[in-house]
């Protein structure tokens, strides 16, 4: 027995270093491919349903075992070797799916646009909401309306004495992961007086199984427990109702009656790096419960479209009111800190501890100071978090830098605070959490991006690209140098530029289009050439690295394609 | 002539402008098309990677390892699926999590009683708003019984005023007993029988947000036999012997009971203070009926402690506490036996002993304990203690010979003060583990 699990250790050990060996990547002019395929009609799948307490059990101990006891995953962690996520292009980036749909990063949104989020328009205030369905589940106060024009809406409140808390940062924490590229509803912060509610009639509600009558006593008694201004409107954020809802999403695994869902979850790069979004806004309390599923098409046909759901608990609120202090720097229940913390005997300090009695109510215990990115854990383990990459990060980090600063005003902006000092200093928190992301994350690959490639008319080619970390202000300057090669062989070394572009002379291309005119014939050779950019830094505290471009000769009409860039930590 | 050459030169102008500029922009959009642009035509259809050799080899011993933990994780889904999804699930776990359900299994074990088993009845606001209607019966291996009837009126910590009036018969069938004052010896161990019966009435005044009034009256039988345990001398005429009793100091009593007390609070916030303290004082006078109307005494507790805040939310707790029995006339009443003399050891002070280690008239003891924060309603603590009994505090006091015991443990807190504390203590004769619900320090 004991010889069959070393030789199926040493095996594994084994084939695991013989699958590292570096070698160029299978492309084709067909790549990069920026769309994944699977929206295709389907049968509609079962309703999934959702278990708050088997989630949290379930993540907290049997994933956590699961992941220690899979001798690949421990075996690569082990030795430095994670697995990559599986749905990404060449390029290197995430695909549009039904996932995810890239947004602001490659194509900034205007103010307007980012305001709106993934709405149109905020709820019709012209006429009467009837309250047509009271809130089921959850800890907030709310009821669903219907608008004058029929649109539905969950209304969410913010809690007496922390005006602006809850409902202000689900509505920035709604337009982030909107324009990041994930499929959110529509959120509104609207404002309404309690004269213009009606109550739908016959509508009831269930008490300890029973069905009672909802009453304007019902809807009073709701209402006296949420904030009020003076003059009797209601601060609301108003999220539209998402069509034909089939239950929550899993962060692992895939659905077995849903063959367009081709992934498992934890292997999703928009999924993993969603961490680098949650601990940008604190969303401590990402679970399966939170996301759901949408049936898009008819009964008969369609695809599901993933959602993420319910900010509720994000930056300084746990539902509608201030989030402790520990929130985002522990699990639930961690057992592992747990265990620290006694052994320590209290004489080690939490960052939390140190963190300072609320200053705006709006803004609760969200803050810049004592938050370390990579120290950051959701409620309880999510495995698809686990199992980011450097480069996943990398990803992340970039869909969260993208915001710029008036990107973050704009955002701010959709919260309606009243007071502006609770505006600027939001925006002062955003913004330096934003910056500690892009220094703990950007650091761990090449941050050139966005890459080009034209020719200058007089043979040579132009390879420009995006230095992430010099446009995003976090270095002052880099110099990258260039290497072209094919088949294995230099064929020459470019000088270095401090240029966010490098030039491959027409001499160089000539060499390149000879070398592979000699390769030609060789049905097993591609018309495949490495330009490799490497980036020194004058700061000593951001590595070297270096990062390939794939370019693609096409020989017919004599162009250049790029088709693969490839990261190295 | 002026306008037309104005004309020329401006349409010139502006041409070689629009040129340029066309050039300016096509050339950036060229570059910045293919950066930016993403070709969202170009589809492919999605598919797994080809997994290598070694991971596919991996997932055998990788299934067979987590094939015990998946057998654990179906049945743990089982449960969670009746306790949580399922509606009576669910109310019997907020039953015991939360007592209102009418009924409460009591399973417990220590090593004197064996394992307990019985089952506790609750009803809550049955004649008042507040009221709780306590019925609890349990029995253990070694045939400890007990049977509690309680009201209450008021809550605790929410009313300004609070009744209980309880009723409890209690049967320990292996009491310890070491023999009386300090020098007792670990090694001279019997144990006896005691029932004791109680009908008891306390109440609780809160004058002010600091200063509670306490009152307690109540009557009380205690009958002594034969212990259990046949290690041990348990035969009570050879108890007798052992350590030179006289007859009164074993000898079963009943009697009345009545006194007040003071407490005085200071302390910051009910939920893990941090700083403040408490001074409780309380007499009772005993009143013996029937057989033992020669019982007259007083027993008097005092206990003071003060927290202060070493940083954050680390807090020293410094703690003295002292319990006296005196009797009205010593020359006409009879000494009260050892069993209700003050007692040191176990969860009356000095853990790191057993229970009722130490029993003379008087007891002194003093603590200090450093807690910290673990987790939301969880501290941890560390203690170290010194205690003595003493025949007499005027002619007995001494500073020589006094009793130690440290440990630490955690602590987990509710809304209004302690709910349980799990504690490991030390000393020079044994290491006990205890877990208490309730308040303790």
């Given at each position: 027995?004991?010889?069959?699990?070393?030789?199926?250790?040493?095996?594994?050990?084994?084939?695991?270093?013989?699958?590292?060996?570096?070698?160029?990547?299978?492309l084709?002019?067909?790549?990069?491919?920026?769309?994944?395929?699977?929206a295709?009609?389907?049968?509609?799948?079962?309703?999934?349903?959702e278990?708050?307490?088997?989630?949290?059990?379930?993540?907290?101990?049997?994933?956590?075992?699961?992941?220690?006891?899979?001798?690949?995953?421990?075996?690569?962690?082990?030795?430095?070797?994670?697995?990559?996520?599986?749905?990404?292009?060449?390029?290197?980036?995430?695909?549009?799916?039904?996932?995810?749909?890239?947004?602001?990063?490659?194509?900034?949104?205007?103010?307007?646009?980012?305001?709106?989020?993934?709405?149109?328009?905020?709820?019709?205030?012209?006429?009467?909401?009837?309250?047509?369905?009271?809130?089921?589940?959850?800890?907030?106060?709310?009821?669903?309306i219907?608008?004058?024009?029929?649109?539905t809406y969950?209304?969410?409140?913010?809690?007496?004495?922390?005006?602006?808390?809850?409902t202000?940062?689900?509505?920035?924490a709604g337009?982030v992961?909107h324009?990041?590229?994930?499929?959110?509803?529509?959120?509104h912060?609207s404002?309404?007086?309690?004269?213009?509610?009606?109550?739908?009639?016959?509508?009831?509600?269930?008490?300890?199984?029973?069905?009672?009558?909802?009453?304007?006593?019902?809807?009073?008694?709701?209402?006296?427990?949420?904030?009020?201004?003076?003059?009797?409107?209601?601060?609301?954020?108003?999220?539209?109702?998402?069509?034909?809802?089939?239950?929550?999403?899993?962060?692992?695994?895939?659905?077995?009656?849903?063959?367009?869902?081709w992934?498992?979850?934890?292997?999703?790069?928009?999924?993993?790096?969603?961490?680098?979004?949650?601990?940008?806004?604190?969303?401590?309390?990402?679970?399966?419960?939170n996301?759901?599923?949408s049936?898009?098409?008819?009964?008969?046909?369609?695809?599901?479209r993933?959602?993420?759901?319910?900010?509720?608990t994000?930056?300084?609120t746990?539902?509608?009111?201030?989030?402790?202090?520990?929130?985002?720097?522990h699990?639930?229940?961690d057992?592992?800190?747990?265990?620290?913390?006694?052994?320590?005997?209290?004489?080690?300090?939490?960052?939390?501890?140190?963190?300072?009695?609320?200053?705006?109510?709006?803004?609760?215990?969200?803050?810049?100071?004592?938050?370390?990115?990579?120290?950051?854990?959701?409620?309880?383990?999510?495995?698809?978090?686990?199992?980011?990459?450097?480069?996943?990060?990398?990803w992340?980090?970039?869909?969260?830098?993208a915001?710029?600063?008036?990107?973050?005003e704009?955002?701010?902006?959709?919260?309606?605070?009243?007071?502006?000092?609770?505006?600027?200093?939001?925006?002062?928190?955003?913004?330096?959490?934003?910056d500690?992301?892009?220094?703990?994350?950007?650091?761990?690959?090449s941050t050139?991006?966005?890459?080009?490639?034209?020719?200058?008319?007089?043979?040579?080619?132009?390879?420009?690209?995006?230095?992430l970390?010099?446009?995003?202000?976090?270095?002052?300057?880099?110099?990258?140098?260039?290497?072209?090669?094919?088949?294995?062989?230099?064929?020459?070394?470019?000088?270095?530029?401090?240029?966010?572009?490098?030039?491959?002379?027409?001499?160089?291309?000539?060499?390149?289009?000879?070398?592979?005119?000699?390769?030609?014939t060789?049905?097993?050779?591609?018309?495949?050439?490495?330009?490799?950019?490497?980036?020194?830094?004058?700061?000593?505290?951001?590595?070297?690295?270096?990062?390939?471009?794939?370019?693609?000769?096409?020989?017919?009409d004599?162009?250049?394609?790029?088709?693969?860039?490839?990261?190295?930590? | 002539?002026?306008?037309?050459r104005?004309?020329?030169?401006?349409?010139?102008?502006?041409?070689?402008?629009?040129?340029?500029?066309?050039?300016?922009i096509?050339?950036?959009?060229?570059?910045?098309?293919?950066?930016?642009?993403?070709?969202?035509?170009?589809?492919?259809?999605?598919?797994?990677p080809?997994?290598?050799?070694?991971?596919?080899?991996a997932r055998?011993?990788?299934?067979?390892?987590?094939?015990?933990?998946?057998?654990?994780?179906?049945?743990?889904?089982?449960?969670?699926?009746?306790?949580?999804?399922?509606?009576?699930?669910?109310?019997i776990?907020?039953?015991?999590?939360?007592?209102?359900?009418?009924?409460?299994?009591?399973?417990?074990?220590?090593?004197?009683?064996?394992?307990?088993g019985?089952?506790?009845?609750?009803?809550?606001?049955?004649?008042?708003?507040?009221?709780?209607?306590?019925?609890?019966?349990?029995?253990?291996?070694?045939?400890?019984?007990?049977?509690?009837?309680?009201?209450?009126?008021?809550?605790?910590?929410?009313q300004?005023?609070?009744?209980?009036?309880?009723?409890?018969?209690?049967k320990?069938?292996?009491?310890?007993?070491?023999g009386?004052?300090n020098?007792?010896?670990?090694?001279?161990?019997?144990?006896f029988?005691l029932?004791?019966?109680?009908?008891?009435?306390?109440?609780?005044?809160v004058?002010?947000?600091?200063?509670?009034?306490?009152?307690?009256?109540?009557y009380?039988?205690?009958?002594?036999?034969?212990?259990?345990?046949?290690?041990?001398?348990s035969?009570?005429?050879?108890?007798?012997?052992?350590?030179?009793?006289?007859?009164?100091?074993i000898?079963?009593?009943?009697?009345?009971f009545?006194?007040?007390?003071l407490?005085?609070?200071?302390?910051?916030?009910?939920?893990?203070?941090?700083?403040?303290?408490?001074?409780r004082?309380?007499?009772?006078?005993?009143?013996?009926?029937?057989?033992?109307?020669?019982?007259?005494?007083?027993r008097?507790?005092?206990?003071?402690?003060?927290r202060?805040?070493?940083?954050?939310?680390?807090v020293f707790?410094?703690?003295?506490?002292?319990?006296s029995?005196?009797?009205?006339?010593?020359?006409?009443?009879?000494?009260?036996?050892?069993?209700?003399?003050?007692?040191l050891?176990?969860?009356?002070?000095?853990?790191g002993?057993?229970?009722?280690?130490?029993?003379?008239?008087e007891?002194?003891?003093?603590?200090i304990?450093?807690?910290?924060?673990i987790?939301?309603?969880?501290?941890?603590?560390?203690?170290?203690?010194?205690?003595?009994?003493f025949?007499?505090?005027t002619?007995?006091?001494?500073?020589?010979?006094?009793?130690?015991?440290?440990?630490?443990?955690?602590?987990?807190w509710?809304a209004?003060?302690?709910?349980?504390?799990?504690?490991?203590?030390?000393?020079?004769?044994?290491?006990?583990?205890a877990?208490?619900?309730g308040?303790?320090?």
């Amino acid at each position: 027995m004991n010889r069959l699990w070393v030789t199926l250790s040493i095996t594994t050990v084994m084939a695991l270093f013989i699958g590292c060996g570096s070698s160029a990547p299978k492309l084709t002019p067909e790549d990069p491919h920026w769309r994944d395929n699977d929206a295709r009609p389907i049968p509609k799948p079962e309703e999934s349903s959702e278990s708050i307490a088997w989630d949290a059990v379930r993540r907290g101990t049997f994933n956590q075992i699961q992941q220690l006891l899979d001798v690949d995953r421990s075996t690569r962690i082990i030795f430095g070797n994670r697995q990559e996520s599986w749905n990404i292009n060449s390029y290197d980036e995430v695909p549009n799916s039904s996932w995810f749909t890239n947004r602001h990063y490659f194509t900034p949104l205007s103010r307007k646009k980012m305001m709106s989020g993934a709405g149109t328009a905020p709820p019709d205030t012209t006429g009467t909401w009837v309250v047509s369905r009271p809130k089921v589940g959850g800890v907030t106060p709310g009821f669903w309306i219907t608008d004058p024009k029929g649109d539905t809406y969950i209304l969410k409140f913010d809690r007496i004495g922390f005006p602006e808390l809850a409902t202000g940062a689900a509505a920035i924490a709604g337009r982030v992961f909107h324009a990041a590229g994930y499929f959110v509803a529509e959120e509104h912060i609207s404002y309404f007086h309690r004269d213009s509610l009606e109550i739908k009639e016959g509508l009831t509600y269930k008490v300890d199984g029973e069905r009672v009558l909802f009453t304007t006593e019902t809807l009073d008694g709701i209402l006296a427990r949420v904030q009020a201004s003076s003059d009797g409107y209601y601060r609301v954020l108003a999220s539209k109702l998402i069509p034909n809802v089939m239950g929550p999403w899993s962060f692992t695994g895939t659905r077995s009656d849903d063959p367009n869902d081709w992934c498992p979850a934890e292997n999703r790069r928009e999924i993993r790096a969603l961490k680098i979004l949650c601990a940008w806004l604190n969303h401590w309390d990402i679970k399966d419960a939170n996301t759901i599923n949408s049936f898009v098409g008819n009964d008969d046909t369609g695809y599901v479209r993933h959602y993420l759901l319910d900010f509720g608990t994000v930056m300084g609120t746990v539902s509608d009111r201030p989030y402790g202090r520990r929130r985002g720097y522990h699990n639930y229940f961690d057992l592992k800190d747990i265990f620290l913390t006694s052994l320590s005997l209290g004489l080690y300090v939490w960052p939390w501890e140190k963190i300072g009695p609320i200053t705006y109510p709006e803004i609760g215990y969200f803050e810049s100071e004592q938050f370390n990115p990579k120290r950051w854990k959701p409620g309880y383990p999510i495995p698809p978090f686990e199992n980011m990459t450097h480069r996943d990060a990398f990803w992340g980090a970039k869909l969260v830098m993208a915001f710029r600063d008036d990107d973050l005003e704009a955002l701010v902006d959709a919260a309606y605070f009243t007071r502006p000092e609770v505006r600027t200093e939001m925006l002062r928190i955003l913004r330096e959490r934003r910056d500690k992301i892009g220094r703990a994350y950007l650091g761990a690959t090449s941050t050139l991006d966005r890459f080009a490639i034209s020719d200058d008319g007089n043979g040579s080619l132009v390879v420009s690209w995006d230095d992430l970390l010099q446009d995003w202000g976090l270095v002052t300057s880099g110099e990258t140098r260039g290497e072209v090669r094919f088949d294995g062989n230099i064929i020459t070394v470019l000088p270095r530029t401090r240029e966010q572009q490098i030039t491959v002379p027409s001499e160089t291309v000539s060499a390149m289009q000879t070398a592979w005119d000699a390769k030609r014939t060789n049905p097993d050779a591609s018309p495949l050439f490495r330009l490799r950019l490497t980036t020194e830094r004058s700061e000593s505290n951001w590595a070297t690295h270096h990062v390939d471009l794939w370019l693609w000769y096409h020989d017919d009409d004599n162009k250049w394609q790029l088709v693969g860039v490839q990261r190295h930590d | 002539m002026g306008i037309h050459r104005s004309n020329r030169l401006t349409f010139r102008s502006l041409s070689r402008y629009v040129a340029v500029a066309c050039l300016s922009i096509v050339t950036v959009g060229v570059i910045g098309a293919e950066a930016y642009d993403i070709d969202t035509t170009r589809t492919r259809d999605p598919r797994p990677p080809e997994l290598p050799l070694s991971t596919k080899l991996a997932r055998v011993p990788s299934t067979i390892l987590y094939a015990p933990f998946w057998v654990l994780e179906q049945a743990t889904y089982g449960l969670v699926w009746l306790g949580y999804e399922q509606q009576f699930g669910k109310q019997i776990i907020e039953g015991i999590l939360d007592p209102t359900l009418p009924v409460v299994p009591i399973i417990s074990y220590s090593g004197r009683e064996g394992f307990a088993g019985g089952l506790g009845f609750r009803l809550r606001d049955i004649a008042t708003s507040g009221d709780e209607w306590r019925l609890a019966g349990s029995y253990s291996q070694y045939n400890y019984a007990s049977v509690l009837a309680e009201a209450s009126f008021g809550r605790r910590n929410r009313q300004p005023f609070q009744l209980v009036i309880s009723g409890r018969y209690t049967k320990n069938t292996r009491e310890p007993f070491f023999g009386i004052g300090n020098g007792s010896q670990q090694r001279d161990e019997v144990n006896f029988t005691l029932e004791t019966t109680t009908l008891e009435a306390d109440a609780r005044f809160v004058l002010s947000q600091s200063l509670t009034v306490l009152g307690n009256a109540g009557y009380a039988a205690h009958n002594l036999g034969d212990g259990e345990d046949d290690d041990f001398v348990s035969d009570l005429d050879a108890i007798i012997d052992t350590f030179g009793l006289a007859t009164e100091d074993i000898a079963s009593t009943r009697y009345l009971f009545g006194g007040l007390g003071l407490q005085l609070n200071w302390e910051n916030q009910p939920f893990r203070p941090t700083t403040g303290g408490q001074i409780r004082a309380q007499t009772l006078y005993h009143q013996g009926v029937a057989r033992s109307d020669n019982l007259q005494y007083f027993r008097t507790h005092v206990e003071l402690y003060q927290r202060i805040q070493f940083f954050r939310e680390r807090v020293f707790t410094l703690l003295v506490e002292a319990n006296s029995i005196d009797v009205v006339d010593p020359t006409e009443n009879e000494e009260p036996p050892f069993y209700l003399e003050s007692s040191l050891g176990g969860n009356a002070g000095l853990y790191g002993y057993e229970p009722e280690r130490f029993i003379d008239k008087e007891s002194l003891r003093g603590l200090i304990e450093y807690s910290y924060p673990i987790w939301d309603i969880l501290d941890g603590f560390l203690f170290y203690e010194q205690g003595r009994v003493f025949s007499s505090f005027t002619n007995d006091f001494s500073w020589r010979n006094w009793r130690f015991s440290w440990g630490g443990g955690i602590r987990l807190w509710g809304a209004d003060g302690v709910i349980a504390t799990m504690r490991i203590s030390t000393s020079q004769e044994t290491t006990r583990f205890a877990f208490q619900l309730g308040a303790g320090l």
